[in-house]
Every structure is written in structure tokens, then in C-alpha cells.
């Protein structure tokens, strides 16, 4: 096409502009404001519904939490601790008191020496043996109180021991050579833990675990209800010492106060900072 038909053509669509012919376009025009509306209200939509799902799932994860806090409690229970102490008590009424006699000098065991277990109180002679030809001795049926344990043999010192009987061996005696006796206290001291200590303790544990698993489950609702969130969260950080089974309870309760803090806008009287 050489410059003539071009003038051509350009003078040919001036004048159909000119003349209305040509119709422009219709343009869509959309204002900023009604897009970011537009955007802004899906988007709460979307939130709504996300949060409506983590609370529901934060809930169940506390609930099961606490409830298998409130199972470990009633376990901790069953044993009935009662029960134990008495039967434990009962079993060490009478046990067997045995031992070894050693020569101080040699280290050997020695055959024949006199043993005798005497009642401490009153000093009345209870039983009677002689160690055999390794050292050792024994007596059967011997009531958990203090006794004495006299080990005596010519030519040699004489021990006597204080002691209060239990199921473990005594330690062993060791004969000098010379005269006179030679006391020593290997009687039990009472301070300390003793087995009701140890039953109340463990009765208590097992009290505050069913406990903080009830706590657990008025969390568990409040947190399915949206109801303040700051005290919602307390109440199932306290859930966390329900212990069930050990830490799988508080690690789904961990997990619920997580989702928590994701849909934590959702919650009535919030408070959050």
C-alpha cells in the first residue's frame, strides 16, 4: 500500500467517526472500594467458617484429654490403698531373721558360735541357735519389734545388736578377740516417708487428677460455646495436670489450647491484648 491509499484510509475512518457511524465500546468501569467490599466480605465468610471449625476441634481435643485424665484418676484409685496398707502390714508381722557370723582377724566364718535373739524390753531370752559349719544362723517367725541378737563365743568379745526384724538379711557380725561386749544400734529410724505417708500421697495425686480432669471438660464447653476466651485457657491449662496416661492426655489438651489461640477472635469477652 503506497502513501496515497493510506491518506485514503485515514480520511475515510475521520469521517465515519465524524459522522457516528463507528461506535465506541461500551466500557465496564468497577470502582475500588466495591472490589475490596467485594473481597473483604468473602473473606469474613471464610473465617467465620475456619473458626467455627477450630473451635469445634480445639473442644474435642480437650474433652478427650480430660477424659482419659478422669479414667488415669480412678485408676490411680481402684488399688484400693486401704487394702494395700493393711495387707502389707499384716505380711510383715512375723519374718525371718538370718545372718553370718565372720572372725574379725581372718575374715573366715566361724562354726559354733551361740547366737540368742532376746525380747529388748523386758530381756527375756526368746530362741536359741548356734551358727552351723558356714557361719551361718537363723530364726523363723520372728515378730517386727526391736529385739537384741547376743553373739558370744569363748575367747572372744560379745556383740550385742539392737535391731527391729525385716525381710532383709543382718548385716554380718564380726568376732574380736578379748573380753567384754560390744553394743550396736541397727535399729530403724521412723523419720522420714513411711507407707501411709506414701498411700496418702499417692490417694491425694490420684484426687487432684480426677480433678483437673473434671476442670478439663467445663473447658472443653466453654471453649465449643466461645465463652471468654482468658478464662477458657486457664481452666485447660489447669486440665494439663490431669495426667492422662501420662502424656497423651496433655497432649491433646495442648493441641485444643493451640487451635484456641487461632480462633481466639471468635470468643465473647475475649479480652485479649
Not at 527391729?164 to 564380726?174: H, L, M, N
Not at 573380753?179 to 523419720?191: C, Y
Amino acid at each position: 500500500m503506497d502513501i496515497n491509499e493510506r491518506r485514503e484510509a485515514l480520511r475515510a475512518r475521520v469521517r465515519s467517526k465524524l459522522s457516528g457511524e463507528e461506535e465506541e465500546p461500551e466500557e465496564l468501569v468497577v470502582q475500588a472500594s466495591e472490589v475490596q467490599a467485594a473481597t473483604t466480605q468473602g473473606e469474613e465468610l471464610l473465617l467465620i467458617d475456619d473458626s467455627n471449625g477450630l473451635l469445634a476441634l480445639a473442644s474435642s481435643l480437650i474433652f478427650i484429654g480430660s477424659v482419659l485424665g478422669i479414667i488415669t484418676g480412678l485408676l490411680l484409685l481402684q488399688g484400693n490403698p486401704a487394702e494395700l496398707l493393711n495387707n502389707t502390714l499384716e505380711s510383715d508381722d512375723a519374718v525371718e531373721v538370718y545372718g553370718i557370723v565372720l572372725e574379725a582377724a581372718s575374715g573366715d566364718s566361724m562354726e559354733g558360735v551361740q547366737i540368742q535373739l532376746i525380747e529388748e524390753g523386758s530381756g527375756n531370752l526368746i530362741l536359741e541357735t548356734q551358727t552351723n559349719s558356714y557361719g551361718y544362723y537363723s530364726f523363723e517367725n520372728v515378730p517386727s519389734e526391736s529385739h537384741i541378737l547376743r553373739v558370744s563365743m569363748d575367747s572372744y568379745m560379745t556383740v550385742e545388736r539392737t535391731f527391729t526384724p525385716d525381710s532383709a538379711t543382718q548385716a554380718p557380725f564380726t568376732l574380736t578377740e578379748g573380753n567384754g561386749t560390744v553394743e550396736e544400734d541397727f535399729r530403724q529410724s521412723n523419720s522420714g516417708w513411711s507407707l501411709e505417708n506414701a498411700v496418702a500421697l499417692s490417694t491425694g495425686i490420684a484426687l487432684v487428677t480426677i480433678l483437673a480432669g473434671v476442670v478439663g471438660l467445663k473447658a472443653a464447653v466453654d471453649t465449643r460455646s466461645a465463652m471468654n476466651y482468658r478464662r477458657t485457657q486457664y481452666l485447660a491449662g489447669f486440665a494439663l495436670f490431669s495426667r492422662g496416661f501420662i502424656v497423651f492426655g496433655p497432649f491433646l489438651i495442648l493441641c485444643g489450647m493451640g487451635l484456641m489461640i487461632l480462633a481466639r477472635d471468635e470468643f465473647q469477652a475475649s479480652e485479649v491484648e
